[in-house]
C-alpha cells in the first residue's frame, strides 16, 4: 500500500489521540489531528475544504472522533462537508451516513427494531402534555434521553408525573425533543460491545451503584465473556447502521430478555482496554487500513 495521509478529526492530546497516534505511527503513518470546528469549505474550480492548514481533500482517510454539539445549522455544516469529502473519493471511519443513524437516537432505536432488534419501549414527540401522557403507557417509571447525547449526560429517570411533567415542560420551554423510555430494571449494569467491520472485537460488562452504568458516570468495567445472543445482536446493529466501528450498549432485563439501547459512532474504549487484552487501537488502526484495500 502506498504512504497513506490520515487525519484523525478529534483531540491528538487526549488518551483516544495518544493511543491512536502511536497505533498509526507503528504502521509508519504520521496522522494529523483536525479540530471539526475549524472546517472551512470551498467551492468552485479550485474547491477544497480545509482544517487549518490541512487539506482534508487531499488525504485517504479521515478518522471522525469527534464531533461536538452545536447549532442546527452548525450540525449540518460539519456533517455536509463530511458528505463532501466522501463523494470526493476520501475514505471516512464512520462515513457520514452512519454517523448521522447513530448520533440521532430515535433513529437508530428505529433502524435497530426494523432490524428485528429488541428496543425499550420508547414514546417520542414534542408536546409534554404527550409526554405525561405516556408515563402510565411506560409503565409510571421513564428514562428521558437527550436525542442528541453521550456518555449519559443529560439523561433523567423519572417516577412521579408531578415531577415528570415539570421536566418535560422544561424541556419543551428549551427546545427539546422528548425521548421516553421504559426504565428496564437490570441490576445496575449493562454491557458495551465494540464492533469493527462486523466483528466483535472487545466486550465488558459495565457495573455501577445506579441505574446509570455510564463509564463517565461513574460506572466500572469488569471482565465479560461475550454471549452468543449479545455478540450476534451486536453485529446486527453494526450493520444496520451502516458502521465501520462503533459501540453497542446493551442491557438484559432482569425477565433475561436483551435489550439494544443505543450504537455509538464514536466510542471511547478506556475503559473498555481495561478488561482487554488486545490492543484496541491497533485493532482499530488495522481495521480502517483494510476499508482502504477494500475501497476501489
Known sequence: MKDLKVAVIGSGENWHGQVLRQAWQQQGVDPL???????????????????GEVELNGLDLVMVRHVPGGSLEQVIYRMDALHQLE????????????IEKMVDKYYTSSLLQAAGLQVPETVVTENPEEASAAMDLLGGDVVVKPLFGSSGIGMVRVT?????????????????????????????????VLVLNGECIAAMKRVSNSWKTNIAQGGRPEKYLLEEDVHIASQTAATALGAD?????????????????????MPSWQGLQQVTEDDIAHRIVHGCMALLDRTP
Open 33 to 51: 489531528f483536525v479540530d471539526v470546528l475549524r472546517l472551512k469549505a470551498r467551492l468552485g474550480k479550485n474547491w477544497r475544504i480545509t482544517a
Open 87 to 98: 463523494d470526493q473519493g476520501v475514505r471516512l471511519v464512520n462515513r457520514p451516513g452512519a
Open 160 to 192: 412521579e408525573p408531578e415531577i415528570a411533567g415539570r421536566v418535560f415542560r422544561a424541556m419543551h420551554l428549551n427546545g427539546f425533543v422528548l425521548y421516553l423510555q421504559r426504565f428496564i430494571p437490570h441490576h445496575d449494569s449493562d454491557l458495551r
Open 245 to 265: 466501528y462503533c459501540g453497542v450498549d446493551l442491557l438484559r432485563g432482569e425477565d433475561g430478555v436483551l435489550y439494544l439501547i443505543e450504537v455509538n459512532s
